[in-house]
Structures are given as structure tokens and as C-alpha cells.
């Protein structure tokens, strides 16, 4: 069985409000597409967006934190298009489009999981093997015996 990582992950406070705002923002823009508001709704993208692509550069430190929340960012760009297609009545045309950003998020996903993170856990792996080995190393050069 794998090992649990004791790694946290602490946000601070005012951070944390901003990303609860964020989820504030986006429901209230699909609120909007449900009851057709189309001012209140196309004006609700930007705050959500703009406060998406915040947190993503915010967390950019953080690889899984980036590539989630660029997934997100790029979810609601097509959530948005669709959204203002159907406004509009064009969206058997524009929904095709709507593919591309969602196909990006979940590229991004994928390089995560199936090659940026398998990776990293290799090199964790890896680097425990070489500490045990020069521990053995040290005990061995010290000249004592069992």
C-alpha cells in the first residue's frame, strides 16, 4: 500500500475568502444562464474568470494546484461560450468550439496525473533509495560492527 504524505497544504485566510467569492461569482453567472438573464450573466464572466486565472497564477508554486485550477479557468471559458451561444441562439454553432477549451483542461489533467505526477513520485522514490544507501554507506565506513 502507498504512503500517506503528511505534506499540508495551508491557505491563508484572506486567500481563502477570495476563492469562496470566486465559487459566489460562478453560481450566481449559471444562475443567470438558467433564468436567461443575458446582461447579468455575460457581465458575471468576467469576475469569475479573472478571479479564476488569479488563483491559478496564485498557486503557480504548487503544480497540482496550478494545473487544477487551470482546468477550472478553462471550464468556464467554455461554460461562458456555451452560455452565451445559447443567449443568442447560435449555439449548435458555437458549441463545437466550446470542445476546444474543455479538450485543454483535460489534457492538462491528464499530463498531471498520467505523467507529471508519476514522475514525481519516481524521483520521491528514488531519492529515499539513495538516502537509505548512503546511510548504509556512513554505518558501514564508522567501523561499527553488530
Known amino acids: 500500500m502507498g504512503e500517506e504524505s503528511n ?3 495551508v491557505i491563508p485566510a484572506k486567500f481563502r475568502k477570495i476563492e469562496n467569492l470566486h465559487i459566489l461569482f460562478w453560481l450566481v453567472k449559471d444562475l443567470c444562464w438558467c433564468l436567461i438573464l443575458k446582461p447579468l450573466g455575460i457581465a458575471m464572466i468576467f469576475p469569475t474568470l479573472i478571479v479564476a486565472i488569479w488563483i491559478a497564477w496564485r498557486n503557480r ?3 497540482a494546484e496550478l494545473t487544477h485550477n487551470a482546468a477550472i479557468a478553462l471550464w468556464i471559458v467554455a461554460n461562458s461560450m456555451w ?3 445559447e443567449f443568442y441562439n447560435v449555439d449548435e454553432k458555437v458549441r463545437p468550439y466550446c470542445i476546444i477549451p474543455f479538450s485543454l483542461g483535460i489534457l492538462i489533467l491528464l499530463y498531471y496525473y498520467l505523467i507529471y505526477s508519476p514522475l514525481q513520485k519516481k524521483k520521491a522514490k528514488a531519492a529515499v533509495e539513495i538516502n537509505k544507501n548512503a546511510e548504509r554507506s556512513d554505518y ?3 567501523g ?3
Do not use: F, G, R
Open 83 to 85: 452560455m452565451i451561444s
Open 140 to 142: 558501514a565506513a564508522s
Open 7 to 9: 505534506d499540508l497544504y
Open 144 to 146: 561499527i560492527k553488530h
Open 61 to 63: 508554486h504548487i503544480v
